[in-house]
């Protein structure tokens, strides 16, 4: 982070819940009567090819978000399910693949997060408001390596960002290197959620 560790005469950590920070970090500096705030995304990870949430939310939180143009939410609440598609010989009849969609449908998508791309990254990354992330810290610990690495989020959002917005050979869409898919599972089956893979950090 930059500081000079002579400098530094006591460190406190907070933990936070509901904010893309994780952990505030607290840094007075010896003999100024100043204090310097760090906000830390903390991910830990025990499997080397696991996948983490970033963020998830029903689609009409995202519409608020993005300016999301209402044929795009409806498109998106029946790949999510909240919306039951009545087309028959889905391959799950509660909600719709991206690539059981018209080709104009998955068009419209596609175009909105192309645009939305950098915008997208940053909120699901970095957040915004209160406590937004400065930074992301990586923790990987299995049975045989225990190592962690810290970025920037600037540079994390570049790493994670880093590819083309496309559809994936199961129906759902990577933005970069996030995964965009439906939640499922309990309690909230419905909601849109992204994933990214942490240990993709320790590459770049």
Do not use: C
Not at 128 to 144: I, K, N, Y
Not at 155 to 163: C, P, R
Not at 189 to 198: A, G
């Amino acid at each position: 982070m930059g500081y000079d560790l002579k400098e530094i005469e006591r460190v406190v950590a907070i933990k936070l819940h509901g904010y893309k920070t994780d952990v505030q970090v607290q840094i007075t500096i010896f003999m100024k009567q100043a204090i310097s705030v760090e906000n830390l995304s903390v991910k830990l990870v025990s499997n080397p090819q696991g996948f983490n949430q970033v963020d998830k939310r029903r689609v009409d939180d995202y519409k608020a978000l993005w300016n999301m143009p209402d044929d795009i939410v409806r498109l998106l609440k029946l790949f999510t399910g909240e919306t039951i598609p009545s087309k028959p010989n889905l391959r799950d009849p509660r909600r719709m693949f991206f690539d059981e969609m018209t080709t104009t449908d998955r068009d419209k998508i596609f175009d909105f997060f192309k645009e939305k791309k950098i915008l997208v990254i940053s909120d699901i990354l970095r957040g915004r408001g209160d406590f937004t992330a400065g930074w992301m810290l990586v923790a990987l610990r299995t049975t045989v390596i225990a190592k962690w690495v810290l970025k920037n989020i600037n540079e994390a959002m570049q790493i994670f960002g880093k590819g083309n917005v496309r559809f994936t050979d199961r129906g759902s869409m990577k933005i970069g290197r996030i995964t965009m898919q439906r939640k499922g599972g309990t309690p909230d089956p419905t909601k849109l959620q992204f994933k990214i893979n942490p240990v993709d950090l320790f590459d770049n």
